[in-house]
Structures are given as structure tokens and as C-alpha cells.
């Protein structure tokens, strides 16, 4: 009998909170203030299809060539640093959190050949103690197993307004016609693509978050958590 390897590729004894919803739900800040209040670690998935679409526009690879992308993946070298990322070494957290690599990812994102090569680069944040994951397909195909899925949301027009004052904060500038336009078209592409589009699974909780604060939606993730365990 050959001996158990010491790295199983699904470690599924492993707890996973799995957090999939559309753009500017919030499910980003409460992921990661799940992953604190429980000592897990944090995946946020859709920062590796934005590194992707930088390192493809860097490389003047088109955002519609699948192939290249998915081969290109294969040679980023990526480290995420609290709320640093780095490619190459290189500190990109700013442009990666743009809205124009938040558009570029939606548009690498619809390739099944990326997505692929991104599988299991994301399965490896699976590890001890445990792992809340955010992102459009978590709970659907990365972690089919987890311990407990959400489904977290908001109404477009709530979500424009957040974004919107997001981005007054950043940049001083925005409208919010064009910011609800934005997401809107970006809620409609990750919702249509053939590959492993943005869907509820049967077994997750729906959190609607517009008429909640940061902590409401915070407890109600954990409390589903508790309940599932
Ligand atoms: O969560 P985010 O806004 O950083 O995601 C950016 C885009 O990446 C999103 O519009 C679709 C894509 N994405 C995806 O297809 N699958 C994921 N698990 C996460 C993100």
C-alpha cells in the first residue's frame, strides 16, 4: 500500500464557506470579515481574473483569446499579502481594483480554458483551519463540498450607489448613470457565459444586503455557518 500523500489534492475535511455573488454586493468586505472572525483564510477569486486581464493587456494578449490567456495564467507568478497583491514581485493592488481590470476580468472570465487553469490554483487556498472563498462560482464548481454557501446580494440600483460612492471617495469623479450601466452589462455577461456562470446553488443561503449593514450580513454568514456545522 503506497503512502497517503502528504499534500491530498481535495482536502475536503476542510471546512469552506463559500460566498458567490454579483458585482458590488459587499460579498468581498464580508468574506474577509468572516475569514477574521473565524482565524480562516481568504480567497478572492475574482482578483485572479483581474491579475489575469492586466497581465494579458501588459502583454498585448486580447481580452477574447482564451487560449493565450489560460497559457499566460500558467506562468504568473502571484502572492497575496493582506491587501497587497503582487505580480512578478510588483505591487498592483491599485490597477488590479480598477473598474477597467473589474471589466476585463468579466471578459477573460467567460473562457472555459482559463477558468480550468484556475482551478486548482484556487483549491489550493483550501487549507488549515479553513477557507472563505468569494466569487461567482465557489459554491457551483470550485468548492462544490463546502461546508456552507451563500448566495449574497443586492438590487442593482443599491449596488450602483455603493460602487458610485466608492469611487467619489477614490477618484472624485463618477456618474452614476454610467456606474448602474457598468454593472448592469457585467451582472448580464457572468450571468449568461456558458462557463460556470453566476448562479444561486439549491443549497445556499440567499443574503439580500440592501437593507442591511456590513455586521447584519457579517452575523448572518457566521449563523449559517454554525448551523451548518
Ligand atoms: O469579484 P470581482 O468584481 O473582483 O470579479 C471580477 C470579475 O471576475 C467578475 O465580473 C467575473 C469574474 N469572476 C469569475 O468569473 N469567477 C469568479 N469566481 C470570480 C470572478
Request: glycine share 6%; hydrophobic share 40%; net charge negative.
Amino acid at each position: 500500500m503506497s503512502a497517503p500523500s502528504p499534500f491530498p489534492l481535495t482536502p475536503s475535511h476542510i471546512p469552506v464557506i463559500a460566498i458567490d455573488g454579483p458585482s458590488a454586493s459587499g460579498k468581498g468586505t464580508v468574506a474577509q470579515r468572516v475569514a477574521r472572525q473565524l482565524g480562516f483564510h481568504y480567497l478572492d477569486s475574482g482578483a485572479l481574473y483581474r491579475i489575469v486581464a492586466l497581465a494579458a493587456e501588459r502583454a498585448g494578449i486580447e481580452w477574447g483569446d482564451g487560449d493565450s490567456l489560460a497559457t499566460l495564467a500558467a506562468t504568473l507568478q502571484i502572492v497575496f499579502e493582506g491587501d497587497d497583491i503582487f505580480l512578478h514581485g510588483e505591487n498592483v493592488s491599485t490597477v488590479v481594483r480598477s473598474e477597467a481590470m473589474g471589466k476585463g476580468a468579466s471578459e477573460v472570465a467567460v473562457h472555459q480554458a482559463l477558468r480550468s487553469q484556475l482551478l486548482n490554483v484556487q483549491q489550493i487556498f483550501r487549507r488549515e483551519p479553513g477557507l472563505v472563498a468569494d466569487g461567482r462560482d465557489m459554491g457551483s464548481v470550485v468548492f462544490k463540498d463546502a461546508e456552507a454557501k451563500v448566495f449574497l446580494t443586492a438590487g442593482s440600483q443599491v449596488r450602483a450607489e455603493r460602487r458610485y460612492k466608492q469611487l467619489i471617495e477614490k477618484e472624485n469623479h463618477a456618474i452614476l448613470a454610467h456606474v448602474l450601466a457598468d454593472i448592469e452589462a457585467r451582472d448580464a455577461r457572468d450571468k449568461s457565459r456558458a462557463s460556470a456562470p453566476l448562479i444561486q446553488c439549491d443549497d445556499a443561503l440567499f443574503l439580500d444586503t440592501s437593507q442591511l449593514t456590513i455586521d447584519e450580513a457579517v452575523e448572518k454568514v457566521l449563523q449559517h455557518y454554525r448551523h451548518t456545522n
